[in-house]
């Protein structure tokens, strides 16, 4: 299941290989081992949102890959640290993806499995329309679990899924990756 969502492909991960802002990204994120649980490395994000200066690079990377890309709409799932920020600064509208039950209006949903756990994406009906080419950001990925519910979550009102971006990725999403056959673009790799 998980090969089929995850289909490797060989080359280098563009310029953002050689970006010298990565280097104070990556090292700017915290690594918390065994939380929430035994055996997990915890990347948290929290520590890099504490320097302004290296919170705006990794916003402005995302922005200057997306701005000439006709993307109409930034969905996020859950945290909505980076989506907003994107959306606001490429002229798209955000579409906030939510656990169960905090959105008022009609909802679309869909369970996915995480590497603790289990979980629910919901989206509203209407807040995309078909045809619409659409990014979903993240602040990483870790099996892929939670960025394939926002796609089939998209894909289902009729979106154009155009790449998946995410900060941080675990070593396999090294390089060029697809999920559920969308371009997965990251930044750095999880430190362990
Ligand atoms: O690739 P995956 O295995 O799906 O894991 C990645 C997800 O895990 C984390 O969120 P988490 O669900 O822990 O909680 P949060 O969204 O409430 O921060 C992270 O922010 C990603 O959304
Ligand atoms: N290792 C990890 N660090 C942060 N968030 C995660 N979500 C899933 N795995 C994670």
Known sequence: MREKMLEEEGGENGAVAVDPRLKAISESIRVV????????MFNDITTLL????????????????YRHM??????????????????LAIGAKFIPLRKP???????ISEKYVLEYGTDCLEMHVGAVQPEERVIVIDDLVATGGTLC???????RAGAEVVECACLIGLPKFKGYCRLNGKPVYVLVESRQ
């Open 50 to 65: 504490l320097h302004p200066g290296v919170f705006k690079d990794a916003v402005d990377i995302f922005v200057d890959r």
């Open 149 to 155: 519910a926002a796609i089939r979550l998209l894909e």
């Open 101 to 107: 039950k905090k959105l008022p209006g009609e909802v």
């Open 33 to 40: 081992p065994h939380f929430p649980k035994p055996g997990i």
């Open 70 to 87: 006709t993307i109409s709409a930034v969905a996020e799932a859950r945290g909505f640290i980076f989506g907003p920020a994107i959306a």
